[in-house]
């Protein structure tokens, strides 16, 4: 295309980002755009662009526009030496003549685009080049920023090598494996290459400029920054760091407005540095360690500028954290330390969250501790002993609720909270990884005992119930040892406090305590705690405030203690239609409770009481009113889902051998007694499908039910299951639904391991796969919208694959339903990550050698035959999600490749592979698809697999996109 003029130019640049442009323009104008970047004499427009004087308006637009497109341009042409020399003497010229007069972003951006020649092309000899000619105090603000980048770049690069992320506990092994051998890993990229040789070079040039620049904050701020990112590059002695001038300024500066940000950075990356070898660090340990208090001191006269405060807190914590080995051991400054970390921990807001994680790295290092040598961390744990009481203080105060808090039950909406008991919530939530961390540190029963004492001294105080709360609270989030000592030192006692509790907040915390401690209260130790416990709980039903409360403490209960209180079922199940106040979540877990309860009930009785438990629900499904029948509906699956939980889901570790005999003993009775509560109600639920069969609600309800029904009974089921699927199969023909393929995928996953059940389940299975065929071919590209149907046809085909597999793969169905696997996996129409692991998992199982091993049935002939002629297209289509696809995908389908791989000859694979690289569409030179077959062609192992597809898609946007 011809270049427009650099006056047109402009004018197109303003107009792309004005505020009122249309969609439609500005796509048009993003592509005319892109097209004059790419175009091959662009270089010298964007060059005049720079030069130009612009008036402010317009400046950092086009600047800003300019600097990302040199960038980009280097990043995807890939200059030769020979150019990239120029471009890079070109763009040096233009960061110099910005610097201190460009935004930041602009002047970063170009210093970004010659860092790309840099990973490209490795050239430590211009950093030193540039180290020496720029010092100049013309050029030196231009040095220091392209320094700053350069090293934070590198940075970035070396911590994805190193694999590092947020979880440094899981990480901690690996990465000290990693760092071992850090020198070998940087000739893995040539941005490392540039870096790691000039790091004396750049150590020498800060502290040459250091002594003209402190008249100069900015440029102060600027050397913090640099070395800051240039340290984890080159071997340093404790000595030097401590003897520099510019760490020794380093903590003064944090006082200093202008320099704070940048001195917080230098402290905090020395205090990572040192936590990587604390026994070779002494002095610098002792360095920061003597300036924490001075840090803090500092943190008290700024407590009330949130922004300092989060600073400072930040720098306190970073330091905790890297010597927090040394901490854990409670030797020497270490109890100090740690007391100044629980003073820290007085901070509200972002400044609080910092000292989360602190308290989490500590009990970390403590539990390590105490896995290696217990005697040292019980003396550790002694030492720290009372610092920690202190924390438990801080702790009870911060979760305490705000005076302001009575207000906040006014300000609901229709149950909602308003967004300041919202963020309170929230803020608890986060406050509860440090209570869990002191306990585990102090001890459970210590941290209890210490909190239980403030309690003892409120509990008879109305007045006082924010503190009353605040214990409460603080107890149920502190980890329960498996001996009960916890509960049998303090529980007794408390559960008696139940009369004395009369604010609704504290009878809420008291509820939630209770129901955490139902197992407790189920052994016999703590028998005559229940019933008055118990009476609590109903009266607290009566209030409507907190009747949702009650009802979940409830259910708990019921779950835990059904022996015990089996003999309220009649009482319940009497006053369960005389709570209309309750809301409809609150009545669903009550429904749930009586399921629970249920099941504890004798033999003669249970089939009495599924009856009239469910017998108000039939009469209310009567309605035309299809909220109201969504409201029954969702009652009867709490009905089946507390079965469920009282059957299965119980800690079964919990039971003595006779508890665990006896209740499996039961467990077909109860499930015999639930699927004839289903088998008397389904003409109800059937005609209810029959009005509502086009209403997606109640049919989700409806599908909801039977899902819960089937699991409930299993088996026992099948009394109504041709009913139930000639209703799904009219249902599904007259309103296609996907809740009813999630129930479809249930009954397979029931009853398709019983021989006699799978001639008509592939009966209905090819009428559901024709009509979902049929649906998806008819939406064309709003086939994403219909996400969910794709997402359980596919897991009713991998359950029948994983139970019938003969009569499957050789079913005429299989035909479309691969086809519509592949299509799934290339049409970037469909995004949801669910259907495309749900699709991979399919062809995992199709693939994989044990499938017979895992269906019970020798079905290799029939795999083979099935898959013969289909391997290159499932290869092609792979292949084309790692590259176009910005989803997880790449383990799962190196496992499918895998396991192809087994199955043919090497030259047959290797062709496949070689294809599907071809057909990929994107600008990709044969070089560089070649280059990915020979890369995919030598891994052998899932591993290797893994790693290579992972770095292909992550690499895809640059090289093929």
Known sequence: MALPSADEMIMKIERFYDPTITPDERKALDKWL???????????????????????????????????????????????????????DRILQHIIRLSGKAQKSVVDNLCMAIIELFKQQPNPAIVAQMCQQMAAPETCAALLSFLDVLGSQAGYILEDLLQAGDDEQELEALNADLRADEAKISHNHPLLLTVRPNFEVVLTLLHSIWGGAQAHPPRVASIFLVLSRWLRFGKVTPEQIVNSPIVQACIPSLAELALQEEAAELAQEIAVLTGENLETWQPVIGFLSSNLLNIH????????????????TRVICRIGRAFSPFLARGDGDSVAMVGILVKASQQRGKAFDYTIGFWNRIDYQMTKLWKKDPQQHARAQAALSEVLKQLVDVLLTQVMFPPEADKWAAERVDGKKCNDEEDFDKFRWDASQSIWACGQMLGPLVAAERAYAQLRQVVQQPAKWREAEAVLFFLSQLPRPEDGALQDALLPELFTFWQAISHPRVREAFLELIGQEARW???????????????FVLMCMEDPGIAPAAIECLRKLCRRCQKQMVHLFPQLQERVNNWGHLKADA??????????????????????????????????????????CQLELSKL??????????????ERDAWTDAEHEEAMARVTHVQQAWANGFNAMWDTVHKTVQRFVKHSGVMENVCGLVRGALHTTDKHFSPVLERLVTTLVEAYNAQPQSAILWVMGMVVSTFGDSPEYVGPIMQVMTLFVERTVTLLGSVGPNVGEYSDYIQELFYIVRMSLLRFPKRLLTSPMMQPVFELSLASLV???????????????????LANPNLSKLAKEDCATEVQQYLAGKQKQMCEAMLNAVINRDLDSSDRIGDILCSLRTMVPPEDFQQWIHHGLTVIPGDVPPD?????????????TKDEWHSLLERLHREAPQNWR
């Open 637 to 650: 699956l709490a009905l089946y889902q507390g079965v469920d939980e009282a059957n299965d889901k119980r």
């Open 297 to 312: 001191n500092l943190l008290i006269q700024n407590a009330a500028d949130e922004e300092q405060a989060d600073l400072l």
């Open 928 to 940: 560089g698809r070649l280059r990915c077959f020979n890369e995919i062609n030598a891994a052998r």
């Open 587 to 628: 009545a669903k877990s009550l429904m749930q409770a009586l399921g629970s309860l249920s099941t504890a009930l004798p033999g003669e009785h249970i089939n009495t009481a599924v009856e009239k438990l469910c017998a108000p629900c039939m009469v209310k499904l009567q309605t035309e009113n299809p909220a109201a």
């Open 34 to 88: 892109e097209d004059v970047r790419r175009a091959p004499g662009a270089w010298d427009l964007l060059d005049n662009l720079l030069t130009r004087e612009l008036p402010p308006a317009q400046t950092n637009t086009v600047h800003t526009f300019v600097a990302t497109s040199m960038k980009w341009r280097i990043k995807n042409e890939k200059p030769n030496p020979e150019l990239g020399k120029q471009l890079q």
């Open 521 to 535: 209260l189920s052994l016999s130790k703590s028998a005559d705690l229940l019933p008055p416990l118990v009476g």
């Open 827 to 845: 049409n970037t129409n469909v995004t949801r990550e669910a259907v495309f692991q749900g699709v991979l998992k399919f062809l995992l199982d």
